[in-house]
């Protein structure tokens, strides 16, 4: 099967969206299949707009010697697949990663709404953003669309009037387990995207108040490379994560995967999927942050989430993930 693959990032681009499309391609191509991955290229330079139409055409002439073609994005990419579904003669599927309303929003806004709460105040919208949630809604109901989560499925298929035959769950990765090696410190870690949403100011404030009932603890936070990540997980404290929304964060798989308890924010699917491995708080209260700082550093909570993460044997790999979306093109 000769398979698209619609991406809006991939290597030498970081992000866990380029990761994942490249990921996707050498799994399905491991399985014998021929992929092409369409990206924008010079596009990117042009207006909203028109560099979507002209990135429609540009994929709807790679599809024509394919057997199917898979997006994956939620603006960049649906928007174009959408357009040009109707003349495809082949399976299309489109992976809703993210929200792009919802942070573009908050970004303009500095008004942070958590996102279960974000299509219930579409008044607070502007005109751009009201065009971009009806582009998005129109291509989504054009499509097979996949979620990494039923949190984030049961969130949009209202707004979005999504058919629900049409709507299917693929879920992220999991690696193996690597072994934990604890540091000489209580090192918490906020790394990451430095934007609003991921909540860092908020946070700051409330380590600040844990801080004055202990001394022996530091907060490290801005961005690395992955693999100096990896590394500082692995031999780290306890990841942080108090973003005011984050639907399947990929940096708490990675936290759990190598023996490290969490901080995270309570919207977000893993939230419920993991809840026994981590702290959850509300990232709306900094008291309630304050609360989950001091959690972790309680003795016994700590030593329980630890051992609850040295049971976890889960593992959940890209060949499993290609094999459901091959499951998914051959219905």
Same mark, same amino acid.
């Given at each position: 099967m000769k398979i698209i693959i619609a991406a809006s990032l991939y290597p030498p681009e970081i992000g866990g969206p380029s990761f994942y499309a490249e990921s996707l391609k050498n799994s399905?191509?491991?399985?014998?299949?021929?992929?092409?991955?369409?990206?924008?290229?010079?596009?990117?330079?042009?207006?909203?707009?028109?560099?979507?139409l002209l990135y429609a055409l540009k994929l709807y002439r790679a599809t024509k010697s394919a057997d199917a073609v898979i997006g994956l994005d939620t603006f960049s990419i649906v928007i174009p697949l959408g357009l040009i579904a109707p003349f495809l003669h082949i399976p299309a599927l489109v992976r809703a990663?993210?929200?792009?309303?919802w942070e573009?929003?908050?970004?303009? @806004?500095?008004?942070?709404?958590?996102?279960?709460?974000?299509?219930?105040?579409?008044?607070?919208?502007t005109l751009k953003e009201k065009i971009s949630f009806r582009l998005i809604r129109f291509a989504l109901t054009r499509l097979q669309v996949v979620f990494s989560s039923a949190w984030q499925r049961d969130l949009w298929i209202p707004p979005y009037r999504m058919d629900s035959a049409r709507v299917h769950i693929i879920e992220n990765a999991?690696?193996?387990?690597?072994?934990?090696? @604890?540091?000489?410190?209580?090192?918490?870690?906020?790394?990451?995207?430095q934007i609003?949403?991921?909540? @860092?100011?908020?946070?700051?404030?409330?380590?600040?108040?844990?801080r004055k009932h202990t001394y022996d603890i530091v907060l490290e936070e801005g961005t690395v490379s992955h693999e100096e990540l990896l590394e500082k997980l692995r031999t780290g404290y306890a990841a942080v994560l108090p973003s005011i929304?984050?639907?399947?964060?990929?940096y708490i798989i990675e936290s759990i995967c190598r023996g490290t308890p969490f901080l995270l924010t309570k919207y977000s699917a893993y939230a419920v999927r993991f809840k026994d491995l981590g702290v959850i708080v509300d990232p709306m209260s900094e008291d309630d942050m304050v609360r989950g700082i001091r959690d972790l550093l309680d003795k016994a909570v700590y030593t329980r989430l630890t051992k609850n993460i040295a049971a976890f044997t889960e593992v959940r790999t890209y060949d499993d993930i290609a094999r459901e979306f091959l499951a998914l093109l051959k219905r």
């Amino acid at each position: 099967m000769k398979i698209i693959i619609a991406a809006s990032l991939y290597p030498p681009e970081i992000g866990g969206p380029s990761f994942y499309a490249e990921s996707l391609k050498n799994s399905l191509e491991k399985m014998g299949h021929t992929v092409d991955v369409v990206l924008y290229g010079n596009l990117k330079k042009l207006p909203p707009g028109i560099k979507h139409l002209l990135y429609a055409l540009k994929l709807y002439r790679a599809t024509k010697s394919a057997d199917a073609v898979i997006g994956l994005d939620t603006f960049s990419i649906v928007i174009p697949l959408g357009l040009i579904a109707p003349f495809l003669h082949i399976p299309a599927l489109v992976r809703a990663g993210g929200d792009f309303v919802w942070e573009q929003y908050n970004a303009r @806004a500095k008004d942070f709404i958590p996102l279960p709460d974000f299509y219930r105040y579409t008044d607070r919208w502007t005109l751009k953003e009201k065009i971009s949630f009806r582009l998005i809604r129109f291509a989504l109901t054009r499509l097979q669309v996949v979620f990494s989560s039923a949190w984030q499925r049961d969130l949009w298929i209202p707004p979005y009037r999504m058919d629900s035959a049409r709507v299917h769950i693929i879920e992220n990765a999991i690696p193996p387990r690597v072994e934990h090696e @604890a540091g000489q410190w209580k090192n918490f870690m906020m790394y990451g995207r430095q934007i609003q949403l991921k909540n @860092a100011d908020a946070f700051r404030r409330a380590f600040e108040r844990a801080r004055k009932h202990t001394y022996d603890i530091v907060l490290e936070e801005g961005t690395v490379s992955h693999e100096e990540l990896l590394e500082k997980l692995r031999t780290g404290y306890a990841a942080v994560l108090p973003s005011i929304s984050d639907i399947t964060p990929n940096y708490i798989i990675e936290s759990i995967c190598r023996g490290t308890p969490f901080l995270l924010t309570k919207y977000s699917a893993y939230a419920v999927r993991f809840k026994d491995l981590g702290v959850i708080v509300d990232p709306m209260s900094e008291d309630d942050m304050v609360r989950g700082i001091r959690d972790l550093l309680d003795k016994a909570v700590y030593t329980r989430l630890t051992k609850n993460i040295a049971a976890f044997t889960e593992v959940r790999t890209y060949d499993d993930i290609a094999r459901e979306f091959l499951a998914l093109l051959k219905r």
